[in-house]
């Protein structure tokens, strides 16, 4: 092996490691994003872009490495890093009945990047990013009818139904944003040229 492949092999590792970091990053914005730009919240419902981000990780960097991203930004998260939604962090959020969401972004980001790994038509980035987000919504609203059923305080009158029916204000904007991170990961990637590690 000579030293320009070693090199180039470092600088590509390198590479991969940054746009990690980068994803991670932008999940901390997204999280709170609504912290910065108030008027994303539309009739009390924050427009947050995790799922998005969680997504376009995937999408761009492929399964393995979109899913190192989502595990780093949780990770940091519980290190005690206040980068989940209203700033909250540490140990204590896998307690929280929506820390499903958070473990979901490691999954999302793994199948829309298996999908698109597959086949890279502009159609399959906008049906792994559908497929990825329905991912989110199974796994974080179980997790979180779980949660209120075994260890938080339910409300009162709480069911599967109402668990399902929280989640309906949010979907027409994580429908809309799936589409677009599609048609924006699709993109992104010819431009950016990243090397998937499959």
């Known amino acids: 092996m000579t ?4 090199n180039t092999k470092r600088g590509m590792s390198a590479l991969s490691l940054v746009y990690c970091g980068m994803f991670a990053a932008l999940m901390m914005i997204g999280a709170n994003i609504t912290s ?3 008027f994303l919240v539309i009739g009390g419902v924050p427009i947050t872009l995790q799922t998005f981000f969680a997504v376009l990780a995937g999408l761009i960097l492929g ?6 991203s989502m595990t780093v930004y949780m990770a940091v998260g519980l290190a005690g890093a206040p980068v989940f939604s209203k700033f909250q962090g540490g140990f204590s959020a896998v307690l929280f009945p929506t820390f499903g969401f958070i473990v979901s972004f490691i999954l999302v980001a793994y199948i829309a990047g298996k ?3 597959r086949n890279g038509s502009l159609r399959s980035y906008v049906i792994a990013a559908l497929v ?3 991912v989110n919504y199974l796994f974080g609203t179980n997790w979180m009818y779980a949660a209120y059923k075994l260890w938080a305080a339910a409300p009162d009158a709480f069911s599967y139904g109402v668990a399902w ?7 027409p904007k ?3 944003l799936s589409i677009l991170a599609g048609f924006f990961g ?3 990637y010819k431009v950016l040229k990243v090397r998937r590690a499959h």
């Open 3 to 6: 030293t320009a492949t070693v």
């Open 36 to 38: 910065f730009v108030p």
């Open 63 to 68: 399964s393995r490495l979109g899913a190192i």
């Open 115 to 117: 999908i698109v790994e």
């Open 132 to 134: 990825a987000m329905c």
């Open 165 to 171: 029916a929280w989640m309906v204000p949010p979907l």
């Open 174 to 176: 994580d429908i809309l």
């Open 186 to 188: 699709h993109r992104m």
